[in-house]
């Protein structure tokens, strides 16, 4: 295989370059039209090496978010099951919650679950990432819908390789001191002695346990992370606001579509969390919730419509950055190994 057959820029421009002047204004025209509408010709690269620069990106994003990973984890499962104002509340707020962690585990107690989300990250966003370009590359994304379905298809896949980790990222990352605990507490001992208790205790089943609810999570994260990035970026760069090469585009493009990630994803995030932090009985079935639907009636019932959004405020906060960084390096490393190969 050829440098040309490995790595070949877009015919019409690179990730930055500004389409030609003649089809400006009939884009600009389309462009609020461009998440269900045609795309212009994507930047193609290899999926293998793709897949690695999305798990590389995300890693690096993660390594800067995982500390409101954890306070979201934690927000979400307080008051699981209970109606506001029955329990009693040990988080009340982001940066609160950050406080607290901070001061009763101490700051590596802000970093719980890192290497296991490092993993998590790295293949569930590698395997979305890379699927991603290749529907571009394959032209899918160019169709009516085609980046929503082909963003949805890429989160599914992604998510349910990726299971396990997230399974044993949500049980380290809920366990706390009885002080401030919040949900079950499964009282592992570290990554790989998760592993090993749920292998032994549920078989390799168990590893998936949780997958029902991170499936619909991540289908619908992903498919309005990548959809709404790949629209903004063009928005932004056809509006002039910035060179179209400057890497502000891609940055502003992320910001968006972080908001629209925080919306979406929040109640199936609350969702996915219940589900994975749940104790088993000796059936190894859920004490709490037989299912998606299960969970989602009975937070509903017990906790109002309010419940689906609980931890708003972190997930946002990060999401948010977690998308700009991901999308930001993702998008910086595809253009930076194109001019690579190109020199």
């Given at each position: 295989m050829t440098d040309g057959q490995l790595l070949k820029p877009s015919?019409?421009?690179?990730?930055?370059?500004?389409?030609?002047?003649?089809?400006?204004?009939?884009?600009?025209?389309?462009?609020?039209?461009?998440?269900l509408g045609p795309s212009r010709p994507p930047l193609a690269v290899w999926p293998p090496l793709d897949f690695a620069l999305g798990a590389f990106s995300c890693c690096a994003a993660c390594v800067f978010t995982n500390p409101l990973e954890v306070v979201k984890t934690r927000l979400q499962l307080q008051g699981e099951l209970r109606a506001r104002g029955s329990y009693q509340r040990h988080y009340r707020g982001a940066l609160q919650a950050l406080w607290v962690v901070g001061r009763t585990d101490g700051l590596r107690g802000l970093q719980k679950g890192l290497s296991v989300g490092l993993m998590y990250q790295g293949v569930m966003n590698g395997v979305r990432l890379g699927s991603y370009s290749y529907c571009e590359s394959l032209g899918v994304t160019s169709f009516h819908g085609g980046s929503l379905l082909s963003g949805a298809v890429a989160g599914a896949l992604g998510a349910f390789i990726a299971s396990p980790a997230y399974l044993v990222k949500t049980h380290l990352q809920a366990q706390t001191m009885e002080a401030i605990a919040?949900?079950?507490?499964?009282?592992?001992?570290?990554?790989?002695?998760?592993?090993?208790?749920?292998?032994?205790?549920?078989?390799?089943?168990g590893l998936w346990r949780g997958v029902n609810g991170a499936v619909p999570r991540v289908m619908m994260g992903s498919a309005a992370q990548l959809a709404t990035f790949t629209s903004a970026k063009e928005?932004?760069?056809?509006?002039?606001?910035?060179?179209?090469?400057?890497?502000?585009t891609t940055l502003i493009a992320a910001m968006i579509s972080g908001v629209a990630v925080a919306v979406s994803m929040t109640p199936f995030d609350v969702i996915s969390t219940r589900l994975y932090n749940q104790p088993v009985d000796e059936f190894r079935r859920g004490r709490l919730y037989h299912g998606f639907s299960d969970c989602m009636l009975k937070v509903c019932q017990a906790e109002?419509?309010?419940g689906f959004y609980k931890g708003m405020g972190p997930v946002f906060l990060r999401l948010a950055p977690h998308?700009?960084?991901?999308?930001l390096f993702w998008d910086l490393l595809r253009q930076q190994t194109v001019k690579d190969q190109q020199g």
């Open positions: 015919p019409e421009e690179s990730v930055f370059g500004a389409q030609p002047s003649h089809r400006m204004a009939s884009t600009v025209s389309a462009g609020h039209r461009s998440v919040v949900g079950h507490q499964h009282n592992h001992l570290g990554v790989s002695d998760a592993f090993v208790t749920i292998y032994r205790r549920d078989g390799v089943i928005w932004v760069s056809h509006s002039q606001w910035v060179s179209p090469n400057s890497w502000l109002g419509l309010r998308t700009m960084l991901s999308m």
